[in-house]
């Protein structure tokens, strides 16, 4: 065991103050240093923390970012997403692959490189793109991937590498990314001018319990996806027992075709902070934690001094804007690539330096969340809500959008359309209205709410974009009609087998079933008693799994069943002798191996 | 029992619980028999086999973790849920390699057990027959063998609760995630002692004692005199 490593790990540890429930911040930093977290720096790592080795090594082989073996000091994961597959993936993934001299999943023989996949990195209005370590780079062709590559061996590191910076704060020297933030539809609540302090400084003006009804009176639902009603979340957290509170902001985006909260990060910080700090003084929280995901890494600078700026203004820190006794303040903790994290429960294990498991509930988050703590989590946009709500009334905020649902929605429009970007629009417009002012008129289908939502056809367009019909955290996918939607459907598949935790068994075995018989009848092997058994184990998956990941893993499989049906019936054949799955030749091939002959019986 | 007793409902029967109980727990009381894999005597609820998958007002909620509460309707044994626990079980038994012909753990295995109780002779989805699972022989009293393993995370559990020792956790995501010993290697590297409870608890043949091996002959086992859940539902009024 070296003495640098020793030092190296003692020094992060220290840093983190031996806090076992930093775990997380501990391995990143680790990782980021030595581009590994070897055996003995697991062992040094449970030493300096007091914990167990095998407690450490579960969260390094949990996170897509850690890993036991030694990557490259520059890693480009390049987003294998369905969009980027429709805009080029396989092209950008040669032209990486063929300049390096290496496949994906392989470090150059120098040290230097390493070249990874990794699912959306939410800049799917943007593909193909990858990042390099945390920067991002969007819109690349083949020969850009050349000269970044050859950039990146003259010694230019990542973070200088020459670029086009993006439109708004993507340009400010902290962001410094070629990023976009494709604002095409400006709405009145999260996207309006902002007057920082104001809606802060009404609130504290009220009493807490006033703040909490003014949220319920506005009917806010959560922005994330679940759609539960914000007000009563936080009387749940208010009514709990306990000294210390928490406040965590989910900005942990990672449901492929959503990059909505990137782009309120980018442009609209301040509003999230002072969202946050009204849910603190509504709830009797103390504290705030921002849960970032480990691909917006190169937004946390700018978050930072954002933080630091409000701190400067009184926003944040002890008696916020003068209001004796409040203290608030907000810390911000890096994901590192899961996307089961975005599961709140999931989330709340992640920052308490844990594998991102979800939790059982009862307790929830409300009653025992973070620390055991009495915990309220809501997304980046329900946080925006909320200070609007408060600065502009919360009978202003429910004119707008429909009875149900009121507000705006940020949908986060990518795939074959001619406008792809972010658009703040009221609840309940049309799917069509949706498609003509994102410029995709004529999309054959459209994935609503990401791999997790519903996959609908045109027979479907007057359907309403809401919490009673449409529901969605804001990802639509459109694609085209030269689209094969079943490879689509493999694709989200994949997606979600490598994403599951793997703590309950449908979740972990039924998807890869699903999977298998999917893929069987894509290849001409299926027959109709098939699709009749994806619908029964996808039920059985949707029923039995344990959390919100689980309960709509089989969603890709099971809607494009019910509404594209006829794709998978000129799949299937009927009356095929025996099973059409069983594929004698490769059930033979380790027997072909050992004998080194084909099969005398059954001729290939 | 308490003060406090909650009445609820398990198919239509009425069970007496406490506070704080969970429908489990309270109907094994009552002589209710809700099948279970990763839930143990003395551990704390985990809730990750979902084989005691029942339906509580009509929601789905695993009966080990769900707390009791007054006037519930739980939705036990019915076509629905069989079939769901009978998918599940088929499952755990595809994702690993079980040959329960050399299993010495055969007769006492919980999910042989529950495959006969379900009437299951062969499962209905393809096998894996995964090629990276190993076996740990290098203790001289204890060997794992993950070929046989089905995360139910007793050994975990009883490890870190029980022995004070957290010798296993788990590593991995998904489909790749695997128990792991606390050591650079193997189980030899650990404090682990056979007299630990975190080697008893194991439901199938993936903790196993050497040197006791086939003691008791196949035949003479736990399971080979009464089908499982028979102990709970002799409990019955």
Not at chain 1, 394 to 401: K, R
Request: proline share 5%; aromatic share 8%.
């Amino acid at each position: 065991m070296s003495d640098n490593l020793e030092t190296v790990v003692k020094t992060i540890c220290t840093g983190f103050e031996n806090d076992k429930t930093r775990m997380i911040d501990i391995v990143r930093e680790l990782q980021e240093c030595l581009g590994h977290v070897s055996d003995d720096a697991m062992d040094l790592i449970a030493e300096q923390v007091g914990t167990h080795r095998v407690e450490v090594e579960s969260v390094v082989s949990f996170y897509a970012f850690f890993s036991k073996e030694q990557k490259g000091k520059i890693t480009i994961r390049l987003c294998d997403d369905i969009i980027d597959r429709m805009f080029g993936f396989e092209r950008i993934k040669q032209a990486f692959s063929d300049t390096l001299g290496i496949s994906v999943g392989e470090t150059t023989p120098d040290g230097l490189i390493t070249l990874e996949v990794t699912p959306c990195i939410g800049m799917c209005d943007q593909a193909p793109a990858v990042m390099i370590n945390d920067e991002i780079f969007t819109e690349l062709s083949g020969d850009a991937a050349v000269e970044i590559v050859e950039q990146l061996r003259a010694g230019i590191p990542p973070e200088r590498l020459r670029r086009r910076l993006g439109d708004g704060n993507n340009s400010n020297p902290l962001v410094s990314a070629a990023v976009s933030n494709n604002i095409r539809k400006f709405g009145e609540v999260i996207f309006a001018p902002l007057e920082c302090g104001n809606a802060l400084r009404k609130a504290l003006s009220m009493s807490p319990n006033e703040v909490v009804r003014a949220v319920k009176t506005a009917r806010l639902r959560g922005r994330g996806g679940a759609g539960f009603p914000t007000g009563m979340k936080w009387d749940f957290t208010r009514a709990a027992e306990g000294e210390r509170k928490f406040v965590i902001c989910n900005a942990d985006e990672g449901e492929p075709g959503t990059f909505k909260d990137r782009v309120i990060l980018t442009e609209r910080p301040e509003l999230l902070i002072e969202g946050m700090v009204i849910a603190g003084y509504a709830i009797g929280a103390q504290e705030g934690v921002i849960y970032l995901r480990g691909e917006y890494a190169y937004l946390r600078p700018f978050l930072e001094d954002t933080l630091q700026k409000a701190r400067n203004m009184g926003m944040l820190g002890n008696d916020v804007m003068g209001h004796n006794g409040f203290n608030f303040d907000i810390r911000i903790q890096m994901g590192a690539g899961a996307y089961i994290c975005g599961e709140e429960t999931a989330l709340i294990s992640s920052c308490e330096g844990l594998r991102g498991d979800p939790k059982n509930r009862p307790p929830f988050p409300a009653q025992k969340g973070y620390l055991d703590c009495p915990t309220s989590v809501n997304n980046v946009e329900t946080l925006c809500c909320v200070a609007r709500i408060i600065d502009q009334g919360a009978g202003w905020f429910s004119q707008i959008g429909s009875k149900g649902s009121t507000g705006t929605k940020l949908l986060s429009i990518g795939g074959d359309i001619r406008r792809p970007g972010v658009y703040e629009v009221p609840f309940g417009m049309t799917m069509h209205d949706v498609l003509e002012m994102a410029g995709g008129t004529g999309a054959a289908a459209v994935q609503v709410g990401g791999p997790s939502g519903e996959l609908i056809g045109p027979d479907m367009y007057d359907r309403i974009i809401c919490y009673d019909d449409l529901a969605t955290g804001g990802a639509l996918m459109v694609f085209g009609p030269e689209r094969n939607l079943l490879e689509v459907v493999e694709y989200f598949m994949d997606f979600f087998i490598e994403e599951s935790c793997g703590y309950c068994t449908p979740c972990r075995v039924g998807n890869v079933l699903l999977k298998q018989r999917l893929v069987d009848i894509i290849h001409g092997q299926g027959e109709p008693s098939d699709l009749t058994y994806l619908e029964e184990l996808g039920a059985s998956v949707k029923a039995t799994s344990r959390c919100g990941l689980g309960q709509t893993s089989p969603n890709p499989i099971l809607s494009s069943l019910k509404n594209f049906r006829p794709l998978y019936q000129a799949l299937v054949k009927e009356g095929q002798q025996f099973q059409p799955t069983f594929n004698i030749q490769n059930a033979l091939s380790t027997a072909k191996d050992i004998a080194g002959r084909p099969s005398m019986h059954f001729a290939e | 029992m308490s003060e406090h007793t909650i009445t609820f409902e398990i198919d239509g029967v009425e069970v007496r619980a406490s506070h704080g109980q969970t429908v489990m727990v309270a109907a094994d009381v009552a002589g209710i028999y809700i099948p279970r894999l990763c839930a143990f005597d003395g551990l704390p609820p985990y809730g990750s086999c979902r084989v005691c998958t029942v339906k509580i007002n009509g929601r789905f909620q695993s009966a080990c973790t769900q707390p009791v509460a007054e006037g519930i309707i739980v939705e036990n044994e019915t076509e629905e849920l069989l079939e769901f626990r009978r998918n599940i079980i088929d499952m755990l038994f595809v994702e690993g390699n079980h040959f329960c012909m050399f299993c010495e753990k055969s007769g006492n295995c919980e999910l042989q057990a529950l495959a006969y109780r379900f009437g299951i002779a062969a499962p209905k989805y393809p096998y894996m027959f995964p090629a990276d699972r190993n076996v740990d022989a290098s203790h001289k009293d204890i060997f794992i063998d993950h070929n046989r393993c089905i995360l139910c995370a007793r050994c975990v559990r009883a490890s870190r609760d029980l022995d004070g020792k957290n010798v296993f956790q788990f590593v991995g995501r998904g489909p790749g995630k695997r128990i792991a010993v606390n050591a650079q290697a193997k189980l030899v590297d650990t404090n682990i002692d056979v007299s630990d409870k975190a080697v008893e608890v194991c439901p199938v043949g993936a903790i196993l004692k050497k040197h006791v091996g086939f003691t008791i002959p196949i035949g003479q086992r736990k399971y080979d005199h009464e089908p499982i859940g028979a102990d709970i539902e002799a409990n019955k009024q």
